[in-house]
């Protein structure tokens, strides 16, 4: 069962002293603005996916800000760096609702971090949209405010492995980790696929967060006649371990999962990054989809962010549009209730960066659709399997 931080979610929430929505008008709004507070990892290992992230969401407000805002008034947008450190998310979260007065919150860091931030945002009441770290804990149980675009990291892996089983029938399998709820949620969707296709398993591990060689690791994966691997890391972690294999001469198939699927990678693992798979419910930009937001995001950012652009960038701008849609069909009575409200009416949403997206009453999660891609080193991008 995976752990979810509750001790630290508990500490969080008892050190938490806003008393909540006030009865008079709601927070972060004028008659000619918006204030958007968003936290995320700027600094520290996984600044490429915060960052990236971020300018998804710049890339929504330059678009609704150049046609006039939302229904005449501009969005602001206040963002805080949490350096991937949980206790710093509180406290960029705190001032982003009780010293900026944030109307709407978008992103919110790392699954970890939005787990733990969980009593904070239910308690302010706040409309929230979190895209970055899609896990179960931020709908199981829904929040009457709090809204997850995406896919469970589970049925993400599940489907993967699916589909990597189809196509290498009575292969041996090899796994490898992260030792924390990531690592967990990872293992628990690769579990529950083996468990169902019989699959053999003939190496099974687990690494350290932060860990740079994995020597002795992939020494054992060639060792156990693994044919078939799923790299359960992020970004450096993948790199390291088939930079390795590469080195050892290994060449099974490859599976890695969304939070790694980003095209800099690709250039780091070099030409043994050929055919690797992996699954997302964002599309990849090689495709038709991937390249129309390409060309209306250029003009809108600066060169520096343009090539900061990855999946993450995608992530940020569904969920970006799915808020602002919200606020926009309250029309000029905006309030937190009515925000909510429309979130919770959203049907069939088309961001034209991932399928559409629906809640519904009680459901505060969007349950994307999947799909498969392989890497193709030649072009240094993902493109989606037949």
């Known amino acids: 069962m995976i752990k979810y931080l509750a001790a630290a979610s508990l500490l969080l929430e008892g050190t938490y002293l806003s008393s909540g929505p006030a009865l008079a008008a709601d927070p972060g709004i004028t008659d000619t603005e918006i204030v958007i507070g968003d936290v995320e990892p700027l600094t520290g290992p996984p600044a490429m996916l915060g960052v990236a992230h971020t300018i998804g969401v710049k890339i929504a407000i330059g678009e609704i800000n150049a046609a006039g805002g939302i229904n005449g008034r501009k969005i602001k947008y206040i963002l805080e760096d949490d350096g991937y450190v949980t206790a710093?998310?509180?406290?960029?979260?705190?001032?982003?609702?009780?010293?900026?007065?944030?109307?709407?919150?978008?992103?919110?860091?790392?699954?970890?971090?939005?787990?733990?931030?969980?009593?904070?945002?239910?308690?302010?009441?706040?409309?929230?949209?979190?895209?970055?770290?899609?896990?179960?804990?931020?709908?199981?149980?829904?929040?009457?405010?709090?809204?997850?675009?995406?896919?469970?990291?589970?049925?993400?892996?599940?489907?993967?492995?699916?589909?990597?089983?189809?196509?290498?029938?009575?292969?041996?399998?090899?796994?490898?980790?992260?030792?924390?709820?990531?690592?967990?949620?990872?293992?628990?969707?690769?579990?529950?696929?083996?468990?169902?296709?019989?699959?053999?398993?003939?190496?099974?591990?687990?690494?350290?967060?932060?860990?740079?060689?994995?020597?002795?690791?992939?020494?054992?994966?060639?060792?156990?006649?693994?044919?078939?691997?799923?790299?359960?890391?992020?970004?450096?972690?993948?790199?390291?371990?088939?930079?390795?294999?590469?080195?050892?001469?290994?060449?099974?198939?490859?599976?890695?999962?969304?939070?790694?699927?980003?095209?800099?990678?690709?250039?780091?693992?070099?030409?043994?990054?050929?055919?690797?798979?992996?699954?997302?419910?964002?599309?990849?930009?090689?495709?038709?989809?991937?390249?129309?937001?390409?060309?209306?995001?250029?003009?809108?950012?600066?060169?520096?962010?343009?090539?900061?652009?990855n999946r993450y960038t995608m992530a940020g701008y569904g969920a970006a549009k799915t808020l602002f849609g919200a606020i926009g069909r309250c029309g000029k009575d905006v309030s937190w209730a009515c925000t909510i409200a429309e979130l919770e009416k959203t049907k069939d949403l088309e961001t034209g960066v991932m399928a559409p997206i629906s809640f519904g009453p009680g459901v505060r999660f969007s349950n994307q659709k999947l799909q498969i891609m392989q890497a193709e080193y030649s072009t240094l991008s993902f493109k989606p399997v037949d």
């Open 88 to 309: 710093r998310t509180i406290q960029g979260l705190r001032k982003v609702i009780d010293v900026d007065k944030a109307f709407a919150l978008l992103g919110i860091s790392g699954s970890g971090q939005s787990i733990a931030a969980m009593p904070v945002l239910e308690k302010s009441g706040i409309p929230t949209v979190i895209s970055v770290g899609p896990v179960k804990p931020l709908w199981e149980p829904p929040r009457k405010n709090v809204f997850i675009v995406g896919q469970a990291y589970e049925e993400g892996i599940q489907t993967l492995v699916k589909y990597l089983a189809q196509k290498n029938t009575g292969k041996k399998w090899g796994l490898i980790t992260q030792d924390d709820d990531y690592g967990i949620a990872v293992r628990d969707g690769f579990d529950a696929v083996v468990k169902d296709k019989k699959l053999n398993v003939v190496y099974s591990g687990n690494y350290k967060k932060g860990q740079q060689d994995f020597s002795s690791e992939m020494l054992r994966l060639k060792d156990s006649g693994a044919e078939v691997f799923l790299a359960g890391g992020i970004i450096g972690e993948n790199v390291a371990m088939i930079k390795e294999m590469e080195k050892l001469g290994v060449k099974p198939a490859v599976g890695i999962f969304w939070p790694g699927r980003v095209e800099v990678v690709l250039k780091l693992m070099g030409p043994a990054s050929d055919g690797i798979y992996a699954v997302d419910y964002v599309e990849p930009f090689a495709g038709p989809a991937g390249k129309a937001f390409l060309e209306k995001a250029k003009p809108l950012l600066q060169d520096a962010e343009f090539k900061g652009i």
